[in-house]
């Protein structure tokens, strides 16, 4: 999502979930600093290298069946229902909450990681960030520069979809994705998950009929 697209969209994104940019922004510095020595991937490298029609697991019960030869994009926690059955994804895009084990267990096998920065998981990111030993691009929802990108997305899943489309995918597939019923971590509240499932919804429904529902 260009820029331009995407700023009006989080500027709604903050007024209606009460987030402020300046929290955004201070985690963003955070994870540059934490991250100067990791292996950092320039996003010039990787345009085409999605495919024509990746696949985005997300964590609501997805069907993992024909998935080989697919290139696969896993949604945060969803990491963790792949790494059970034996599938590494080719990415995973992570605000470094659900399972992190797995999803630094996909880091160690290859898997490009997507770190995202946001105000609500500066914890997560002095925890976490540098245990993601495996190529990585730095991702954040607000002012992004030529370390710390911005493809637009505001949870792991639309997130993940802006990515692909952002590297040339003509059409995304998507797989375990619920709008309705959140998957609940501990201490997340449902109402607030809720309305962050919503504003997923309305940003991969920007995609139209390149977004293929299975």
Not at 103 to 124: C, R, Y
Request: hydrophobic share 40%; net charge negative.
């Amino acid at each position: 999502m260009k820029r331009i697209d995407w700023e009006p969209l989080y500027e709604e994104i903050l007024s209606d979930m009460g987030y402020d940019r300046f929290s955004d922004e201070s985690s963003a510095r955070l994870l540059k600093t934490l991250m100067p020595n990791a292996d950092l991937v320039d996003d010039d490298e990787l345009p085409g290298t999605f495919g024509e029609c990746p696949v985005v697991i997300g964590p609501a019960n997805p069907d993992l069946s024909g998935l080989d030869g697919r290139f696969i994009i896993s949604a945060g926690s969803a990491t963790e229902i792949l790494i059970d059955k034996g599938i590494v994804p080719n990415v995973v895009v992570t605000d470094l909450d659900g399972n992190i084990d797995s999803q630094i267990e996909a880091s160690k096998m290859g898997a490009l990681t997507f770190l995202h920065a946001h105000g609500d998981n500066e914890d997560l990111i002095m925890r976490y960030s540098s245990s993601f030993t495996g190529p990585v691009i730095l991702t954040t929802q607000a002012t992004s520069d030529r370390i710390i990108r911005n493809y637009g997305g505001f949870t792991d899943g639309d997130r993940a979809v802006c990515i692909a489309f952002y590297f040339d995918a003509d059409n995304v597939e998507l797989r375990g994705f619920n709008f309705s019923e959140p998957c609940l971590k501990d201490g997340t509240s449902p109402e607030i998950k809720l309305k962050k499932l919503r504003w997923a919804e309305k940003i991969i429904s920007m995609f139209g009929d390149r977004i293929i529902i299975r």
